[in-house]
């Protein structure tokens, strides 16, 4: 069975810091996908990093970078420079291998957590 | 902006009734996801169109159904409502290539039962 944990509920930052959001996933599978959306208030879900589970290397994308280390099945995301545009849900979430091999894979998806950058 | 459209945006039904929520797949998709999302939840899969077909489904009952149209458009029904069904319903369209289809999702429709 497949579980995606978001321990944090909530977090509040000061802007300018630098903050990481923990998510730990549990799986079967041997192939599988880990993902990173942003929730707006407006509620669409902004999708921003895929990882597949044989690429560990970790990556950096502007402000945004990404740790994926399967011996703790932990993918975690910080955020360095906080601004207040960054407020929003964060969701981690898990797609195993195809289920018939045509692509037919769907997302699990953790709660989230709600991340607050103060002025 | 994905190019994935929903509608209606926001909808108050009562319980018991039924209702249709509607969405565009971006062009070129021709797989469409239905998530539905509680308030302080995550997204869960409710299931999946290709081709018309429903190719993968959720731990939803059968109330819940949906449609696929030639032009991969989709419909979600969910009949005899219950309190439970208030959530936000999101539509992810992708295209079927390859071992991995990226999901690109609509704004959503707010659903409240009264």
């Known amino acids: 069975a497949q579980k995606v944990t978001q321990a944090q509920t909530e977090i509040s930052v000061v802007e300018k810091e630098d903050v990481t959001l923990d998510c730990v996933y549990e799986t079967r599978d041997t192939t599988y996908y880990l993902f990173w959306y942003k929730q707006p208030p407006s509620g669409e879900l902004v999708f921003l990093i895929r990882?597949?589970?044989?690429?560990?290397q970790n990556e950096i994308s502007g402000r945004y970078s990404w740790n994926f280390q399967k011996s703790t099945s932990s993918f975690n995301f910080t955020i360095t420079a906080s601004q207040v545009v960054d407020s929003a849900v964060y969701f981690c979430?898990?797609?195993?291998?195809?289920?018939?091999?045509?692509?037919?894979?769907?997302?699990?998806f953790g709660t989230g957590t709600r991340l607050t950058v103060i002025p | 902006e994905t190019g994935v459209t929903q509608s209606p945006t926001h909808l108050i039904k009562t319980r018991g009734q039924q209702v249709t929520l509607r969405c565009s797949s971006q062009s070129g998709h021709n797989t469409v996801s239905w998530y539905q999302q509680a308030l302080g939840q995550g997204p869960q899969f409710i299931f999946q169109y290709y081709r018309e077909e429903e190719n993968g489904r959720g731990n939803f009952p059968p109330r819940f159904s949906g449609l696929q149209f030639p032009n991969y458009s989709s419909e979600l029904n969910v009949n005899a409502l219950e309190l439970d069904d208030s959530a936000l319903y999101l539509c992810?369209?992708?295209?079927?290539?390859?071992?991995?289809?990226?999901?690109?999702f609509g704004p959503g429709t707010r659903l409240t039962v009264l």
């Open positions: 979430a898990l797609s195993e291998a195809a289920l018939d091999q045509t692509g037919a894979n769907n997302l699990f």
């Open positions: 990882r597949n589970s044989f690429d560990e």
């Open positions: 992810a369209s992708s295209l079927r290539q390859g071992s991995y289809n990226e999901q690109f």
